[in-house]
């Protein structure tokens, strides 16, 4: 192995690592939205006393975690980009 190949090998790996970090990011939140939107289509939720507001507040409740994947996605495609950058 070259020694120029060696000096390029940790930062390899770190983007690497990097790159499956986020990607586990990303699966953390689509399981958060996945769940909160199945919930509003639940039919004891609208069987509760409060169940169509409670259905509205749970759809509501939907936009944070949707803007908060946003931040994953950007996370994985920045390590990416940094990974291709070191080859």
Do not use: I, N, Y
């Amino acid at each position: 192995m070259s020694r120029e190949r060696r000096c390029w090998l940790p930062l390899r790996r770190g983007a690497e690592r990097d790159v499956e970090e986020a990607k586990a990011g990303v699966g953390v939140h689509e399981a958060w939205v996945t769940d909160l939107c199945s919930q509003p289509k639940d039919p004891v939720v609208h069987l509760m006393p409060d169940g169509v507001t409670g259905a509205a507040r749970l759809g509501a409740a939907l936009d944070e975690p949707r803007r908060e994947l946003d931040r994953p996605f950007d996370e994985w495609e920045a390590a990416a980009r940094r990974m291709e950058a070191v080859g």
